[in-house]
């Protein structure tokens, strides 16, 4: 049996209502692992696209693909795993700062391109972009000056064109 | 007056009405409900099985002016969901079942999910309250399409009256074609009264539309390598299951069987797509499957499973199962490949359209496999099963036999499940496939007799017969009321051994012979005498002396009747696989354990 690794998916679907409900059932109810589920309306409205990160081996990635499929409200799923993908992630991290050491945030922020979405007397909210890892060392730095709250959007994920 | 005379004239009635009502949907405006009802019997659906209440009412309001379908009025939802079940796998046409909100629908559940396990194709429609009212908690509101999604192949919440027509034809394809299996549209109230201008609803319809498809190819490189271990194979074995019977594909699969004199066993659903006497079948495989069965898939170096699930029930230890062999898997669902045993050679398609192609393949060549087929029958010397012969006790398999003796070869056999359901199995000899109409995946105790009343209403033709034990009996004897009401010609044989017998037998072999909760016999009344109080004809059979005359009465009886058999309590079934044991290693007897 092969390792247990992150499979980031990507999936069209319906853009009707149940259609998440419907997908987030059958995942549980296989007692499939998701890492990350992101949902957006792709160009068209009447679509979605799920961005969505399986955590398992070959055999169970095989079957989350083919059990995705057989939904009728699923048009398309992908497997990027051993594809060239682009994966981004926003989190916004609210960071307890006084005045003496909003400097020190910022700077650090500016060093990962993240910027300030919102200060107050005794917070100030970091916007943070980027892939998993980036996102994550930034928080693990921040942490050192008292994180408040945490919003992660999930992982979204879209393949590279060829350049 | 008869039943059917009643009916007639109704019909005239009906006729008349029907035809003014069309009329006056001259501005092409007519209601959900209308439109329902129009896309069915457009679709040639003739037959509905349901119950009415007050979220359905609109349609049933409609359904009473079509002089096309008829309707038989269940007694409990999950009598209607089964019957319906039934009707689809012997009419090979989808079975249609009404329902209203609430516990209508929660009630349609357990049926869902039979049909889903065992790939049928029943179509179900539920009354939803008021779209205003959704949301609220509202009287008989419950959320069937959340309820229904791990159990159907489909569902729909229709919010638009026109939405209907497409939605239905769509629901009706899904359910009838590659891989089948239910489908449910909810349908609230004020959709079916809203209006829809039926003639501006599109018709036509897209056979592979997006999000669906039926694989109509399949791998040829694939087949060609099936065809080349088949060729090489010194011990080949077929394993048939239901999708076999679903694809039509019978006559291919004993062809292809006979070239190769290869050994065939099937999965419970997959009984009669040989017949149990041709000498090529080794009966069936699994839990309680016969011992050559089992010891030719642990023995085997190449095994052809040809649509089946290869469930637990089956492959009994995973890892163990069939541990000699090249597993060659057909399936029309892709999603069956690898989900529990990886296949050395997958191959996704339709089985009649797979194994015609191995056959044009192997054209002339023959193969005859004399130490393998010598093999098997040094295991039917070993391994058969053999009864007692003691005339003072009414065994229940010497029942099974008697009914397999006294009914003609066409037919139908429905169950519920545990204990006789196995013997049903093991003794009833089948030569058609879904001739067995029983609950294979779910295991549904109660399945048997509103499957029987399905059964009958989908193919009158036919003798119908419903083999079932006490307890499974009990568990859906109200739809006595809709056999007699439709004065049904079908017979009940109820195997009463005053106990939940499986469980028991487990009980007996695994729990140290603790029998909790499993002896029922205390309370249950007489089931003849009950089945007489409905008005159907009850009959009881203590003794083996009587046996084949009562059976005989009840079978040649012009109406539903019941024949109530006391059997051996003690009988359990044999051979036995223990749960996750080796396919290979089953106990014979009590004493094996």
Redesign the interface.
């Known amino acids: 049996m092969s390792e247990e690794k992150l499979h980031p998916l990507t999936a069209v679907v319906k853009n009707e209502s149940g259609v998440l409900s419907r997908i987030s059932g059958l995942f549980a109810r296989r007692g499939f692992n998701i890492d990350s589920l992101a949902v957006g309306e792709t160009t068209d409205p009447h679509y979605s696209r799920m961005s969505i990160i399986v955590k398992g081996n070959r055999k169970i990635l095989d079957q989350v693909v083919k059990q995705l499929n057989k939904q009728i409200d699923v048009i398309s799923v992908e497997d990027l795993s051993e594809k060239s993908h682009v994966e981004r992630e926003l989190s916004l991290i609210k960071v307890k700062a006084q005045t003496t050491n909003r400097g020190e945030i910022i700077e650090l922020a500016d060093i990962f391109n993240a910027k300030v979405a919102d200060v107050g007397k005794d917070y100030l909210t970091v916007e943070a972009t980027g892939d998993a890892e980036k996102v994550e060392a930034l928080e693990n730095l921040l942490n050192e000056f008292g994180i408040e709250e945490i919003a992660r959007t999930g992982r979204v994920v879209l393949e590279r064109s060829i350049t | 007056m008869t039943k059917s005379n009643q009916a007639s004239n109704t019909t005239t009635t009906k006729r008349k009405e029907k035809e003014s009502s069309d009329n006056m949907g001259e501005d092409g405006n007519i209601s959900g409900a209308r439109a329902l009802i129009k896309t069915l019997e457009e679709n040639g659906v003739d037959t509905i099985f349901g119950i009415i209440g007050g979220a359905i009412m609109p349609i049933y309001d409609e359904l009473g002016k079509s002089k096309r379908i008829n309707h038989i009025t269940a007694t409990h939802e999950q009598g209607a969901i089964h019957a319906a079940d039934a009707y689809a796998r012997v009419s090979n046409r989808p079975g249609i079942v009404f329902a209203t909100s609430g516990p209508g629908a929660s009630n349609l559940m357990t049926g869902l999910a039979n049909a889903y396990m065992d790939s049928s194709p029943v179509v179900a429609f539920t009354g939803q309250v008021a779209t205003s009212l959704i949301g609220q908690d509202s009287f008989q509101e419950v959320d069937v ?2 309820m229904s ?2 159990i159907t ?2 569902n729909y ?1 229709v919010m638009d009256p026109t939405e209907v027509r497409k939605t239905v034809t769509e629901a009706l394809h ?1 359910a009838s074609t590659g891989r089948p299996g239910p489908v449910l549209i909810d349908m609230p109230k004020d959709v079916q009264t809203g209006k829809v201008n039926w003639k501006e609803t599109n018709k036509s319809f897209e056979k592979d539309f ?3 498809s039926i694989p109509e190819s399949f791998n040829a490189a694939a087949v060609e390598y099936l065809t080349e271990e088949l060729r090489k194979a010194k011990r080949p074995l077929i394993l048939a299951g239901g999708g076999v019977a679903n694809s039509d594909a019978h006559d291919e699969l004993l062809t292809l069987a006979r070239k190769f004199n290869i050994p065939i066993t099937n999965s419970l659903m997959g009984l009669g797509t040989i017949d149990t006497k041709d000498p090529l079948c080794l009966g069936m495989v699994g839990m309680h499957g016969s011992g050559p069965a089992n010891k030719a898939i642990s023995n085997s170096d190449l095994l052809l499973a040809v649509g089946t699930r290869l469930d637990d029930r089956i492959t009994g230890n995973v890892e163990k199962f069939a541990s000699n062999a090249k597993i060659a898997h057909i399936d029309i ?3 069956e ?3 529990i045993v ?1 296949p050395d050679i997958p191959i996704v398609g339709d089985a009649k359209a797979v194994l015609s192609k191995v056959i044009d393949q192997i054209k002339d060549e023959e193969k005859e496999h004399k130490h393998w087929w010598a093999e098997i029958k040094n295991w039917y010397e070993k391994y058969t099963v053999k009864l007692e012969d003691d005339e003072s006790v009414l065994k229940p398999q010497s029942v099974v036999t008697a009914i397999d003796e006294l009914t003609p070869g066409d037919t139908l056999v429905t169950t519920g499940v545990g204990q006789h359901q196995m013997w049903v199995a093991q003794y009833y000899s089948f030569s058609e496939p879904k001739q067995l109409i029983t609950s294979g995946g779910l295991g549904t105790m109660g399945f048997g007799f509103p499957a029987a009343i399905g059964a009958k209403i989908g193919a009158p033709d036919r003798v119908v017969v419903a083999i079932t034990g006490d307890g499974s009996f009990q568990m859906n004897i109200q739809e006595l009321t809709t056999a007699v009401r439709e004065q049904l010609p079908i017979t009940v044989v109820i195997l009463r051994n005053g106990s939940l017998g499986m469980v028991r037998q487990w009980q007996q072999l695994f729990f140290d012979n603790r029998l909790v909760e499993t002896l029922i016999d205390d309370g249950t009344p007489s089931l003849a005498g009950v089945a007489e109080a409905y008005g159907a004809m009850g009959l009881t059979v203590t003794e083996n002396e009587h046996l084949y005359t009562k059976l005989e009465e009840g079978l040649n009886y012009d109406g539903p009747s019941v024949i109530e058999c006391f059997v051996a309590e003690t009988e359990n079934v044999w051979p036995m696989v223990p749960a996750g044991g080796a396919s290979g290693e089953f106990l014979m007897e009590e004493n094996d354990v």
């Open positions: 399409r959340g999604d791990p192949k489909h919440l899904i997006e999000g669906y669902d892709p999603a490949m690898g989900k990886e």
